[in-house]
T-cell receptor, first 113, second 111 residues
Framework: DAGVIQSPRHEVTEMGQEVTLRCKLISGHNSLFWYRQTMMRGLELLIYFNNNVPIDDSGMPEDRFSAKMPNASFSTLKIQPSEPRDSAVYFC???????????FGAGSRLTVL | QKEVEQNSGPLSVPEGAIASLNCTYSDRGSQSFFWYRQYSGKSPELIMFIYSNGDKEDGRFTAQLNKASQYVSLLIRDSQPSDSATYLCAVRDTGFQKLVFGTGTRLLVSP
């Protein structure tokens, strides 16, 4: 199995631009989690889905952030417009069910200038 | 606010020693606890998980859980320089079943 696949691995953009991060779940997994990691705040949960349905989006910072899961194996996290404070590593993780172990993707490092 | 607390470190130990990493959590109803290891620039990877009070051993790693004290720890025996990493404690929230992470403890094992 290829594991959780994230793209792009690195993104450098200018303030105000739209950013789209992508994630492909492990085959057979039905829960997906988006985390953001910074030095100051550590690993923060932004949103998670179970069976394509958003269960908890209380960690989404503000309306500039949105996440979708158009099918059972794929998700996007969009930031529009992006700001320098959004600079972080964004991780996607999946599990076979809500209560099971998470497997993380390699992460997407976002830099907003 | 449900929290998971860890000492940020760094925790420095010599090669061959036992490293002890600690974590406290605020949600008394939490049922499952996880330790992840994260090398610099890499993603977190699961070391082990524990559900019941007491000790759970896996190779050089032992997880210890004390629900009454809301405390979970990870012991690494015969520490190796390759164990140098940040160790993240995670607790599953009883409400939405999400995994809440501590900020991690950086471990440095010197040769």
């Amino acid at each position: 199995d290829a594991g959780v696949i994230q793209s792009p691995r690195h993104e450098v953009t200018e303030m105000g631009q739209e950013v789209t991060l992508r994630c492909k779940l492990i085959s057979g997994h039905n829960s997906l989690f988006w985390y953001r990691q910074t030095m100051m705040r550590g690993l923060e949960l932004l949103i998670y889905f179970n069976n394509n349905v958003p269960i908890d989006d209380s960690g989404m910072p503000e309306d500039r952030f949105s996440a979708k899961m158009p099918n059972a194996s794929f998700s996007t996290l969009k930031i529009q417009p992006s700001e320098p404070r959004d600079s972080a590593v964004y991780f996607c993780a999946s599990s076979a069910g809500q209560g099971n172990v998470l497997t993380f993707g390699a992460g997407s490092r976002l830099t907003v200038l | 606010q449900k929290e998971v607390e860890q000492n940020s470190g760094p925790l420095s130990v010599p090669e061959g020693a036992i490293a002890s990493l600690n974590c406290t959590y605020s949600d008394r109803g939490s049922q499952s606890f996880f330790w992840y290891r994260q090398y610099s620039g890499k993603s977190p990877e699961l070391i082990m998980f524990i559900y019941s009070n007491g000790d759970k051993e896996d190779g050089r790693f032992t997880a210890q859980l004390n629900k009454a004290s809301q405390y979970v720890s990870l012991l690494i025996r015969d520490s190796q320089p390759s164990d140098s990493a940040t160790y993240l404690c995670a607790v599953r929230d009883t409400g939405f079943q999400k995994l809440v992470f501590g900020t991690g403890t950086r471990l440095l094992v010197s040769p």
